[in-house]
């Protein structure tokens, strides 16, 4: 990092400077410092949170995912107790694997301010490091769909076998066949519930007033490849699209995106959702189970690990493979690594068009 222009980082309308320094090792990782850069509220009133008054100084609470917790404590307590000694505060943490809130006690307001801006900006830091847990889909798995699917599978097997790295393995579960909208960290309950009611506030505000309450109509049609080389193709994907060319669903799919972003939920990857339903991926050649990565957190090292294929005679003699029209009546928030009684991914919330 080029320590004359530091990473800048927005947390609650304010700017910090991240500062990278080398320790010994939590966890054997480096160990992010921050100060606060323009808008800095070190050492005066913040109002991105409360402060409260006591009979012994001020306190703030914070809630955190138990998950997080050892980020803060860092490698025999040496974090907390740095933040501790450097912000002349005392920061109480619930124990491992309880849920509950992080209490900043001090004597000086613009103490207590200092650790809570902080530790709001080591946990920004850290969350983007978490594999992400759930993902917002469209479940394209209904039986047409799926049969359509197997139908080409077993044509590209047929017809495509010989081609290097062209083998069973690399096809999509029929029964997860879905459209990614976005990836999520959520690591409580009280996230999730956050996620869903998110959801619901969406349908109120602008999901409604596009379908008008109905299902959306697509067609699955057509195959195209993610990189730059269809000899070396790692994700093969199915094209998804309106049956009546509008652009409902690419609006639907942004807005949604949008909201969950600017509310911390979700981070921002990508200008517009890219609308496609994976079909071949090299990931599943390893884990059968394994979910298409578009976190480029969990994504980093999986690239280097994979044996592409090549994916030219398929794209020539399958691009416009015809898998189906399908009714699409709610956005999910699946749970990553899961399976439900059909076969697609657990739901922990839904928005339902009617």
Known sequence: MDVLRPTLIRIGGRIYRKNLIQEQAYQEEEEDDFCAGPGDCADEPCDAFVVEETEKGFQCRVEVPSPLY?????KKGETKKRLETETRTSISIPKPGVEGEI????????????????????????????????????ALNQPAIQE?????????????????GVSSSLFQNPAKLHLTLGTLVLLNEQEIQKARDLLQRCKEDFVDQITGGKPLTVEVAGVEYMNDDPATTDVLYAQVHMKDGSDKLQVIADQL??????????????????????????LF?????????????????????????????????????YFGEVQLDSVRLSQRFSTDASGYYATSGQLNFS
């Open 70 to 74: 050892k980020y803060i404590i860092g």
């Open 103 to 138: 209490v900043i006690t001090g004597q000086h307001r613009s103490g207590v301010v200092s650790a809570r801006t902080r530790i709001d900006v080591l946990l920004d830091s850290f969350r983007k490091k978490q594999p992400f847990t759930h993902f917002l889909s469209f």
């Open 148 to 164: 359509k699917f197997l139908q080409f599978k077993e044509e590209v097997l047929e017809k495509c076998s010989k081609d290097h």
């Open 257 to 282: 995106v949008e909201r969950f972003v600017a509310s911390g939920l979700m981070l921002k990857e990508w200008n517009r959702v890219k609308l496609h339903a994976t079909v071949m991926n090299t």
């Open 285 to 321: 050649r390893k884990d059968p189970g394994a979910e298409e990565r578009n976190s480029t957190v969990t994504g980093k090292s999986s690239f280097k690990e994979r044996e592409s294929f090549d994916g030219r005679n398929i794209l020539k003699l399958f691009e416009n493979f």
